[in-house]
């Protein structure tokens, strides 16, 4: 079975500047999450999607915003960049929700000039 | 604010020693999860213990749960240089009508071949 895979894993944008991350989950896994990770802050939880509705959300701007597919594959996206945005963004799946086991993907590092 | 705060911070054995990392939360929780995280990569499942177990194994893996204590212990027996790696909790618990999952700050092993 494959895993959580991660698209693109390597990112360069500019301040000011939009980005979307895109995140496919494991086969038969209906909630994706995710997580930005940066040395200051650790490991931060964004937004939990389940079957396309968002369930949880965490305490980030509105600048930050997602959403789920109806195949359960999820993008995340950052507008209007800052340099804080700078981070390994990480998505993990799971059956029914974040309390159980979850499978990450490899990140999607982005660093902001 | 993260509602598990790992200690140590950073820890380094010899190879073959025992590690302990130490996990501690404020609310209540339903499950408690250790990950591993490989330097700059997806976090990796290692053990769930639920609220009602105080004690399970995995391996050279044994977790402990002091539910009223709010702590919880990761032992690593007989370390080996691939344990290297980030250590982090998660602790699950209700919010909202749904599971949140939070993640501690981590715990840094460095294991000495």
């Known amino acids: 079975k494959a895993g959580v895979t991660q698209t693109p894993r390597y990112l360069i944008k500019t301040r000011g500047q939009q980005v979307t991350l895109s995140c496919s989950p494991i086969s038969g896994h209906r909630s994706v999450s995710w997580y930005q990770q940066t040395p200051g802050q650790g490991l931060q939880f964004l937004f939990e999607?389940?079957?396309?509705?968002?369930?949880n959300k965490g305490n980030f701007p509105g600048r930050f915003s997602g959403r789920q597919f109806s195949n359960s594959r999820s993008e995340m996206n950052v507008s209007t960049l800052e340099l804080g945005d700078s981070a390994l963004y990480l998505c993990?799946?799971?059956?029914?929700?974040?309390?159980?086991?979850?499978?990450f993907g490899p990140g999607t590092r982005l660093l902001v000039l | 604010s993260q509602q598990g705060e790992e200690d140590p911070q950073a820890l380094s054995i010899q190879e073959g020693e025992n590690a302990t990392m130490n996990c501690s939360y404020k609310?209540?929780?339903?499950?408690l999860q250790w990950y591993r995280q490989n330097s700059g990569r997806g976090l990796v499942h290692l053990i769930l213990?639920?609220?009602?177990?105080r004690e399970k194994h995995s391996g050279r893996l044994r977790v402990t749960l002091d539910t009223s204590k709010k702590s919880s212990s990761l032992l690593i027996t007989a370390s080996r240089a691939a344990d290297t790696a980030s250590y982090f909790c998660?602790?699950?618990?209700?919010?909202?009508?749904?599971?949140?999952?939070?993640f501690g700050t981590g715990t840094k092993l460095q294991v000495i071949p």
């Open positions: 993990a799946s799971t059956r029914q929700g974040s309390q159980e086991t979850q499978y």
């Open positions: 998660a602790t699950a618990g209700p919010s909202g009508g749904y599971q949140k999952v939070t």
């Open positions: 609310t209540s929780i339903n499950n």
């Open positions: 999607y389940f079957s396309e509705t968002q369930r």
């Open positions: 213990i639920r609220s009602n177990e």
